[in-house]
C-alpha cells in the first residue's frame, strides 16, 4: 500500500490547514488510517486515527481542534486542522495499519508561525 499526502505548509497562529492521504488500494474500513507527527527534536506521535465504526482517536494536544474523517469509497483520510498553535508544527505522516503490516507516507511538513 502506497499512502500520499498533501496539504502541509505554512499558516499563521489561529489559522487552519488540511491535510489529505489517499491510498493505493482500498483499506479495509475497520483497520485504522490516520496521521502521526514528529516535531524537531521529539519522537513521532499520534495525532489522530479512524476506523470505521468507531469514534475517532484524537491525541489530547489537539481535541476540539482537529477533526479526522475517512472516505472509504476513495480510500481516502482528511485532517482538518484549525486553531493551530506554533507547538503544532511538524512533519505529518499519513498512517494505514491493514493486513497485519504499517505503511507511511512520506510526510508533509506544517509550520505555523507566530
Known amino acids: 500500500v502506497q499512502l500520499q499526502a498533501s496539504g502541509g505548509g505554512l499558516v499563521q497562529a489561529g489559522g487552519s490547514l488540511r491535510l489529505s492521504c489517499r491510498a493505493s488500494?482500498?483499506?479495509?474500513?475497520?483497520?485504522?488510517m490516520g496521521w502521526y507527527r514528529q516535531a524537531p527534536g521529539k519522537s513521532r506521535e499520534l495525532v489522530a486515527r479512524?476506523?470505521?465504526?468507531?469514534?475517532?482517536d484524537y491525541s489530547e494536544s489537539v481535541k476540539g481542534r482537529f477533526t479526522i474523517w475517512r472516505d472509504n469509497a476513495k480510500n481516502t483520510v482528511t485532517l482538518e486542522m484549525n486553531s493551530l498553535e506554533p507547538d503544532d508544527t511538524a512533519v505529518y505522516y499519513c498512517?494505514?495499519?491493514?493486513?497485519?503490516?504499517?505503511?507511511w507516507g512520506q510526510g508533509t511538513l506544517v509550520t505555523v508561525s507566530s
Open positions: 498512517y494505514a495499519k491493514t493486513d497485519g503490516n504499517e505503511y
Open positions: 488500494r482500498s483499506i479495509f474500513s475497520g483497520d485504522p
Open positions: 479512524k476506523r470505521s465504526g468507531r469514534d475517532p
